[in-house]
């Protein structure tokens, strides 16, 4: 019976042990195969700064066929990725207020939409892999060219310039304007 008690509570430990392990791993965001990463800077007198999850290209086709054409996408992976700026910018010739915002894309082959949603904090995709995009949230919405990049970006990149963003994954490059 001393053996058994002994036994059981030996186990419990263990368990307790793993669980705790695992639970802390999961809190290691770095250790994703999609790594969090910031892009900030200084656009006019505005502080601007995106923070994403770094998804790579690993040999695959990325826009038209993982990320397919004309369908909402969160713009990196895991959660929503965040698009901030500490004053009012204009954003594709479109007001944008001071704020928080979740970034959503929809690239299309020769035109991309990018959407900005006053919700944040959600987890970038749905069980059936459709966005979580709430549209009644939609702050703003406004449109940019791609173009192909001069060399395999292969984790995706946005960069903050002193005209706007670029997002750069794959053999594509997308700018967008801000005042």
Do not use: C
């Not at 826009?63 to 954003?91: C, Q």
Request: hydrophobic fraction near 35%.
């Amino acid at each position: 019976m001393k053996k058994k008690v002994i036994f059981n509570g030996l186990m419990l430990t263990l368990v307790g042990l793993f669980m705790t392990t695992f639970a802390f791993a999961q809190a290691d965001k770095a250790s994703r195969p999609s790594p969090p990463q910031t892009a900030s800077g200084k656009v006019g007198g505005a502080t601007v700064t995106i923070n994403y999850s770094s998804p790579s290209v690993k040999g695959r086709k990325i826009f038209g066929d993982l990320v397919p054409y004309d369908k909402v996408w969160r713009a990196g992976a895991n959660e929503a990725t965040i698009f901030e700026t500490d004053k009012d910018i204009t954003v594709g010739g479109k007001k944008l207020p001071a704020g928080k915002y979740s970034l959503y894309a929809i690239p299309g082959a020769n035109e991309w939409s990018f959407v900005f949603n006053s919700e944040t904090g959600q987890w970038g995709i749905k069980r059936g892999g459709d966005t979580s995009k709430d549209a009644s949230k939609d702050v703003l919405t406004v449109t940019a060219k791609p173009a192909k990049s001069a060399s395999l970006n292969e984790k995706l990149a946005y960069e903050v310039t002193s005209t706007g963003f670029v997002l750069r994954w794959e053999n594509t490059e997308v700018p967008v304007s801000i005042k």
